[in-house]
Structure formats: C-alpha cells, structure tokens
C-alpha cells in the first residue's frame, strides 16, 4: 500500500465517513487476522458512493471475496431502494461465507451469488450493467476489459482496485507479470477511445472508468 500520509490522516479520513458499522469492523479483523487483502475502509466507502452517484441497480462484482466489498454495494442498493449485485468468486467457501455475513446485516436481498472464474462468468450475462467493480488476479485485468466493455451499459462505471501496484507502475523494467498487466490495463484505458478514466491514489490506487456513451 502506498502511503504519503501519515497514518494520522487516514484515520481521520475513516472517521469521517458514515460507515461506523460494527459489522464491518468485524468483517476488518477477520481479513487483518488471516492476511484477506480487502479494499479497506478507505476505499469501501467509494464503492458506495460511486454506486449512489450513478444510480446504478445492476451491479456485478468481479473478485469478491467474503463479501466485504459487496456490503458497501449492497448498502446503497438498499439505501436507494432495490437492485442487484452480484458476488462472483471462485472459491465456495469463500461464496458461503459471504452470503452470512451479508444475511448478518440484513443486506441479502439485495445480492445474488455465483462461484465461478469472474470473465467467464461475466461472459454469460446479458449486457446492461451500470457498474462494474474489477479485482481479480491482476494478470488477467487486461484480457477482462473487453469482455466489461460488451457487459457495461453506455455511460456506466467501472471501479478498479490494485492499479497502482504499490507504486511499482512507475518503473519501466523489473516488473513482475502482476505489475505488467496493471501497467498494461492503465494503458488500454488511457488510450481508448471508449473511456474515460481517472485514478484515485488511495490505498493502492482505485480506478474509475467511465464506458463512453
């Protein structure tokens, strides 16, 4: 994680957000204990609003974990009044685990579940998401963008964890393929013609990608 701050400033910035919610917190200590990367209070809450902003009812996660960063879509599903997201992982335990912390705060309905690799899930679904969250093995972010392209509706979002790589796309040699393809995949958005994209360096970078109407 990149930090140009000290750590003082990011405690003030997770205290002043509206999220101080004991199940996150609990959901924090599980991924603390055991070394789980997840995108972390500093990031979550961007999900939210970015989900809120747009006003997005159709939303599909790719890489998600045991449901932390589902909670924050969910919650503005619910904060909003319906809609779906879409927990995609590949490991069934991890699936089980996040449909019980999501049904702990309430927020199942608002969730759908499928254990599967995340492109060739996203592959299958029909077009017309109005965001899609990205962060799944970093080799695989490039060959993943055209298939978001065809699954995202025009004008809609998609949010990008890991493009920073902990500072290491800035150098020209000695990356590692994790590294390339995050370099790779910054590249692809930067120069398309179809999005727009900005990068918010938070944590270890969040991109923000707009599909061009």
């Given amino acids: 994680m990149i930090e140009r701050w000290p750590e003082e ?17 609990e959901m924090e200590k ?46 503005a599903l619910a904060d909003m009044g319906g809609g779906t997201v ?17 049904e702990r705060a309430g927020l199942l309905p608002y969730c759908e579940f499928i254990v599967s690799e995340a492109v060739l899930a996203l592959s299958g679904e029909k077009p ?27 004008g809609g979002l998609l949010l990008v964890d890991n493009v920073l790589r902990s500072g290491t796309v800035v150098h020209t040699e000695g990356l590692n393929a994790a590294s390339q393809a995050v370099c790779r ?8 013609p179809r999005w727009d994209y900005l990068i918010n360096p938070l944590r270890d970078g969040l991109g923000v990608a707009r599909l061009r109407e």
């Fill in 9 to 25: 400033i990011y405690s003030y910035i997770t205290e002043h957000t509206q999220f101080d919610d004991a199940l996150l917190r």
């Fill in 86 to 102: 879409t927990h995609v992982v590949w490991d069934e335990e991890l699936s089980h685990e996040a449909r019980g912390w999501l």
């Fill in 128 to 154: 017309g998401f109005d965001l899609v969250f990205l962060d799944i093995d970093k080799e695989a972010y490039p060959s993943a963008l055209e298939v978001i392209e065809r699954k995202l509706k025009p």
């Fill in 185 to 192: 995949f910054n590249d692809l958005l930067r120069d398309s």
């Fill in 30 to 75: 599980r991924a603390e204990g055991d070394g789980f990367p997840i995108i972390g209070p500093l990031v979550g809450p961007w999900l939210y609003f970015f989900s809120v902003v747009s006003r997005a009812s159709r939303i599909y996660e790719m890489g998600s974990g045991y449901g932390y960063s589902t909670w924050y879509f969910a919650r």
